[in-house]
């Protein structure tokens, strides 16, 4: 079970956590490869014209493309599992840290060549650092998001 699983357990399980979230880890969810981006889409959308919905009613909307996806995701976990907002955060920032790295990997890549991509690198860098240290947040610069790492 991956972080991207994970999270979306967390999600549908507690789908009131959703606003919790900043909207670049929605963009983040969002850009997840399948199941999860096309489930976390559909739970965003669900959550704008229901509102907040329990586990049941949440699969009771699903269709057939995502049923299964979200039905093996959720099957395997005990309903009696107390999870906190705080678990749901690691995982994300775990997902964060994958992208980042991965994105600091392809520009380091690219040398010292390219000014553009050295700040980016820089920027990956201290967004790094940042989720090792919440306690001390980091100011970023230009774009945020995945966006601005993609």
Do not use: C, Y
């Not at 490869?33 to 907040?52: K, M």
């Not at 990997?105 to 990956?124: F, S, W």
């Amino acid at each position: 079970v991956g972080p991207a699983d994970q999270a979306l357990r967390l999600l549908l399980r507690h789908s009131e956590w959703w606003e919790r979230l900043a909207a670049e880890d929605h963009e983040l969810l969002h850009h997840l490869p399948e199941p999860h981006g096309p489930l976390s889409n559909w739970l965003e959308r669900q959550l704008h014209e229901h509102g907040p919905l329990a586990w049941g009613a949440l699969r009771e909307g699903l269709g057939d493309e995502l049923r299964a996806a979200a039905t093996g995701l959720m099957d395997s976990v005990a309903v009696d599992d107390v999870v906190e907002f705080d678990d749901l955060r690691r995982v994300i920032n775990l997902l964060w840290r994958r992208q980042l790295k991965e994105r600091g990997e392809e520009l380091a890549r690219l040398g010292d060549d390219d000014p553009q991509a050295r700040r980016e690198l820089l920027e990956v860098h201290r967004r790094l650092q940042a989720l090792d240290n919440p306690a001390a947040p980091v100011p970023r610069e230009g774009r945020s998001g995945p966006a601005a790492i993609a």
